[in-house]
């Protein structure tokens, strides 16, 4: 099944500044890899995802880009604001079973603090 | 609000006890997946279901089963609770998956688990 490692597990940032939170899989299969953001409390909300034929993809303030040949992907978070902490999760897909595409994997996190 | 309704918000209950969780998917979703988190298994897929048929299984433990209803609603069972039970029980719905596609997976608010 698939691995995914994810660094840092705390990150500190002055507001203003950018972020950028790094994750690694192990199947080379994989071809969707989705970045959540939950606040304290709060259900998991996707920000922004990227699948395999692409090398990166942005929306406004947030990016993601994807090296499969060393298969790691990376969450860049620009001009950061108060609203911007919060846990940060990357995922994988898990594997597909019958044909179909089944659950995530999930990254361990990384506790995103904006300083003010 | 992402759609997937989920009762109840909070359950404590004691140990040896057995409760169940239920999950309502976005409208129009026919898969529904169940994910546990806790501080230190993090974010973890325990089963999908797709259009009333189990898909896949991840870490579910023995004691715990599910099923997904005519309605597409879903219930997860926990019985003989043990304190490493606590944690917050996920449900999240998508669309229906096909072949090595992924489609977002939108979170419920999560039940909150505690035996005593």
């Known amino acids: 099944g698939e691995n995914v490692e994810q660094h840092p597990s705390t990150l500190s940032v002055q507001e203003g500044d950018s972020a950028v939170i790094k994750c690694t899989y192990s199947d080379s299969a994989s071809n969707y890899f989705p970045w959540y953001k939950q606040e304290l409390g709060k259900r998991p909300q996707l920000i922004i995802d990227?699948?395999?034929?692409?090398g990166e993809k942005k929306d406004q303030r947030i990016a993601v880009t994807l090296n499969k040949t060393a298969k790691h992907f990376s969450l860049h978070i620009t001009e950061t604001q108060p609203e911007d902490s919060a846990v940060y999760f990357c995922?994988?897909?898990?594997?597909?079973?019958?044909?179909?595409?089944?659950?995530?994997?999930f990254g361990k996190g990384t506790h995103l603090i904006i300083q003010p | 609000d992402s759609g997937v309704t989920q009762t109840p918000k909070h359950l404590i209950t004691a140990t040896g006890q057995r409760v169940t969780l239920r999950c309502s998917p976005r409208s129009g979703d026919l898969s529904v997946y169940w994910y546990q988190q806790s501080l230190d298994q993090g974010l973890q897929f325990l089963i999908q279901y797709y259009n009333g048929e189990e898909r896949a299984k991840g870490n579910i433990l023995e004691r715990f089963s599910a099923q997904q209803f005519p309605d597409l609603h879903s219930e997860l069972n926990l019985s003989s609770l043990e304190l490493g039970d606590s944690a917050l029980y996920f449900c999240a719905s998508s669309q229906t998956p096909f072949r090595r596609e992924y489609n977002e997976q939108f979170f419920g608010p999560g039940t909150r688990l505690t035996v005593l």
């Open positions: 990227i699948r395999s034929n692409v």
């Open positions: 995922a994988a897909p898990r594997g597909y079973s019958g044909g179909g595409a089944d659950g995530l994997t």
